[in-house]
């Protein structure tokens, strides 16, 4: 397992900018596909986006398709979420979440591991 830490999140107005950054501690985060996930109040957790081992392959929920962007950094055991044109619908509790695999098909499911979350509102 990795530990996660998550940070970057905040208060915006619709339209605006945010990025998150997911902090991984331990030897086998490059062996790990990454992803994010969000859980508004009220609401299941939903999965966001997720990126292979590699960073070649990335995934995206519809409704966050071509305004999001994740990446990551294995040099630094890094993963980003670039959140841009955001909505009052992505407000949320954004978490980052690690599993072990170094396929480039990545589940939405399985992840074992993950971080306290970091707070993401968006207003009107």
């Known amino acids: 397992q990795v530990r996660l830490v998550e940070s970057g999140g905040g208060l915006v107005q619709a339209g605006g900018s945010l990025r998150l950054s997911c902090a991984a501690s331990g030897r086998t985060f490059s062996s790990n596909a990454m992803g994010w996930f969000r859980q508004a109040p009220g609401k299941e957790r939903d999965f966001v986006a997720a990126?292979?081992?590699?960073?070649?392959?990335?995934y995206y929920a519809d409704s966050v398709k071509g305004r999001f962007t994740i990446s990551r950094d294995n040099t630094k055991n890094t993963v980003d979420l670039q959140m841009n044109s955001l909505k009052p619908e992505d407000t949320a509790l954004y978490y980052c979440?690690?599993?072990?695999?170094?396929?480039?098909?990545?589940?939405?499911?399985?992840?074992?591991?993950w971080g306290q979350g970091t707070q993401v509102t968006v207003s009107s």
């Open positions: 979440a690690a599993k072990p695999g170094v396929s480039e098909v990545v589940f939405r499911s399985g992840f074992g591991s």
């Open positions: 990126i292979s081992w590699s960073g070649r392959t990335t």
